[in-house]
């Protein structure tokens, strides 16, 4: 039987095993963690559940192809969000609420001229993007810069001014309104980054979240993924080591890995090994590649770093959903200034995720699990996190204020993730949230490979690899990386 070790247990690393099994391998996932599931991880504390991570994705139908390469039915039970989100202005009492109903969504940027018709012409165009890259670019696998280049030009030449142009610059053409334009442009931060960084083509994703397939919440929470997937691996025969990292390793010859060490010094030895560690940090840190040194490594773009705050309330919260944007007045001066900053903003731009307004399950009778996440400057930038209490505090503070209810009176149980946590946890290189960004710099050809330069039977997986960051792309990366394996020539 053929062996693989996977070295991390993030949805990348679970969705390999479980292709992997189905082509006959004995697989042993290794993770640093006491938990299995990497980002997409579950907090749990006097009867509140809590999402780590993630909480929503799009293109389910990945998840579909994933249990069908398996052989099994999809047994996530989905439910589909709509108003998909409601998003609050500082100035403006009332939130806009984004349905995916385009009249009713209408309604809500009545005072936006001709509405309908732009969203409508926007969404034709970001769908042309999608559907024009899906397929010849995003779930394809490249062998060189070259090989990419080459398959771009299967991309309509129509589109290559969108890889130039910023979202902002398209959004300032569209619409007339700055709400609208901000509104819009939110989903740059799905990719770590700022709709004045982040190129116009990824308009894509609002085509996805408005149109295409939606947003997709979990019931039991989004950490039902990982237990049904670990459930199936379990019953295949799949060991799981945990609270083991993987820090050095050992190559017989020198076109091949013989085993990968731990920090007790124990060998894991195998036909293959996928790594599911950060894709570029684990070159450099592990393999000690000059490439990916610390220097290099710290010249790259690396999406936006993640301050998190969990928060049990014991009372039920009014004018929450399920998702709420709280944005201020200055979005580009702030969008422009804070992320490259060494303090922590004074009125911070955040999301909240309240799991129990869809899910009772997620929260004890009459309570609500709050979820915060404000993205933050990477650790390149603000170093020291010793204003955590505070800066959490004034979050809360201006939440309470804005949906004008009592919180902080009403904490039943609090837990904090500041960057340098969510580094330390997850090996996360500078406690970037979501890996690498995806500017043209460093997406397809450009991105570390899903197969290693020297070592012909280690492969990677996950957010810094290819196609890129978010739960539906690492599942697409699994099964590009297990093609990679079956086609590659390691001798087994
Ligand atoms: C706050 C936040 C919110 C997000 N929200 C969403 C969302 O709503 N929707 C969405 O689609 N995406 C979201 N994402 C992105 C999504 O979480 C990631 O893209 C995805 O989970 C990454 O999966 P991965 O396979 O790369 O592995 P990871 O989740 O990074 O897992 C890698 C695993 O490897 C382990 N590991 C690392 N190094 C070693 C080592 N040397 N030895 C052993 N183990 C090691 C780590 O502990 C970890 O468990 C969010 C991310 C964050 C941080």
Redesign the pocket.
Same mark, same amino acid.
């Given at each position: 039987m053929k062996t693989a070790v996977i070295?991390?247990?993030?949805?990348?690393?679970?969705?390999t095993a479980l292709r992997l099994t189905q082509k006959g391998y004995r697989v042993k996932v290794? !993770?640093? /963690?006491d938990t299995?599931?990497?980002?997409?991880?579950i907090l749990q504390d006097k009867g509140y559940t809590f999402d780590?991570?993630?909480?929503?994705?799009?293109m389910s139908y990945e998840f579909d192809e994933l249990f069908a390469s398996a052989g099994v039915k999809n047994p996530l039970q989905l439910e589909k969000l709509n108003p998909v989100y409601q998003v609050y202005f500082r100035h403006r009492k009332e939130p806009f609420k984004i349905y995916t109903d385009l009249e009713q969504l209408a309604q809500e940027f009545a005072f936006e001229p001709n509405f309908k018709q732009k969203i409508e012409k926007y969404l034709a165009k970001a769908g042309q993007f999608f559907h024009d890259t899906e397929n010849v670019i995003v779930k394809k696998n490249f062998n060189s810069v070259l090989h990419y280049l080459m398959g771009m030009t299967k991309v309509p030449l129509k589109h290559t001014p969108y890889l130039f142009k910023s979202m902002w610059k398209v959004l300032d053409k569209t619409f007339e309104h700055e709400e609208t334009k901000v509104i819009f442009s939110l989903v740059a931060f799905?990719l770590?980054s700022t709709p004045f960084e982040t190129p116009s083509i990824y308009s894509l994703l609002n085509y996805t979240e408005l149109k295409h397939d939606g947003y997709w919440a979990v019931k039991g929470g989004?950490y039902s993924i990982v237990k049904e997937i670990r459930k199936i691996l379990e019953q295949r025969g799949v060991e799981f080591v945990t609270n =083991? !990292?993987?820090?050095s390793y050992e190559n017989g010859t020198p076109d091949k890995v013989t085993a990968f060490i %731990?920090q007790n010094g124990n060998k894991y030895t195998a036909d293959v090994f996928v790594v /599911?560690? %950060?894709a570029a940090s684990?070159r450099g840190?592990?393999l000690k590649r000059q490439k990916f040194n610390e220097q290099k490594l710290d010249n790259l773009d690396w999406t936006l770093s993640?301050f =998190?705050i969990y928060l049990g309330v014991r009372k039920k919260l009014k004018n929450l959903i399920h998702h709420n944007y709280f944005l201020g007045d200055n979005f580009k001066e702030y969008a422009n200034k804070i992320f490259k900053s060494t303090i922590a903003p004074e009125k911070p731009y955040y999301y909240v995720n309240v799991t129990s307004k869809s899910d009772p399950s997620t929260a004890p009778e009459g309570c609500e699990n709050v979820f915060i996440?404000c993205p933050v400057p990477d650790l390149r930038f603000k170093k020291d996190w010793a204003d955590t209490e505070t800066f959490a505090k004034n979050i809360i503070q201006d939440l309470q204020e804005r949906i004008g209810d009592n919180i902080l009176d009403n904490i039943d149980t609090m837990h904090i993730m500041n960057p340098i946590d969510?580094q330390n946890?997850?090996?996360?290189y500078r406690g970037s949230?979501?890996?690498l960004s995806h500017g043209m710099r460093q997406v397809g050809g450009f991105r570390p490979k899903n197969y290693d330069e020297e070592y012909k039977n280690v492969f990677y997986?996950?957010?810094?690899t290819t196609p890129g =960051?978010?739960?539906?792309?690492?599942v697409i990366?699994s099964k590009l990386v297990t093609e990679r394996i079956e086609q590659s020539n390691v001798n087994v």
């Open positions: 070295i991390g247990s993030g949805l990348g690393g679970l969705s290794i !993770e640093k /963690n299995v599931g990497g980002r997409l991880n780590v991570g993630p909480s929503f994705y799009s799905f770590g989004m =083991t !990292e993987i820090v %731990d /599911n560690s %950060d684990f840190k592990v993640p =998190t996440l969510w946890k997850f090996n996360l949230g979501l890996g997986v996950g957010a810094s =960051t978010g739960l539906p792309m690492v990366g």
